[in-house]
């Protein structure tokens, strides 16, 4: 399932914006787990974020309160809302939709720049 990130960019400091996540050929609503990740340049990825298909979600302890992870059930996207972004927050974000082992997809990432 062909998964495509928009809505990176550059930013100032103490900005937002709001990633999106669309899913082509089914309902991303229908995998069991959505997340989405950031890997910053030198650094391993990371989870920022996830939901699961009864729509409990779940963030990472450092990053609860800015993220905040939705269904837009109309475009068939899980999307990413981060509040008062902060120049370490500058990394490349990646959505994953996991229906099964067999059935586990990436997309190919959207840049988040944050200048100060």
């Known amino acids: 399932v062909p998964l495509v990130e928009s809505g990176g960019g550059l930013v100032q400091a103490g900005g937002s914006l709001t990633l999106s996540c669309a899913a082509v050929g089914a309902r991303i609503s229908s995998a069991a787990v959505v997340s989405w990740y950031r890997q910053a340049p030198g650094k391993q990825r990371e989870l920022v974020a996830s939901?699961?298909?009864?729509?409990?979600?779940n963030s990472a302890d450092s990053m609860s309160g800015r993220f905040t992870i939705s269904r837009d059930v109309a475009q068939n996207a899980m999307l990413l809302q981060i509040d008062s972004l902060k120049p370490e927050d500058t990394a490349v974000y990646y959505c994953?939709?996991?229906?099964?082992?067999?059935?586990?997809?990436w997309g190919q990432g959207t840049q988040v720049t944050v200048s100060s």
């Open positions: 994953n939709a996991f229906w099964s082992a067999e059935n586990n997809f």
């Open positions: 939901v699961n298909r009864d729509g409990r979600t």
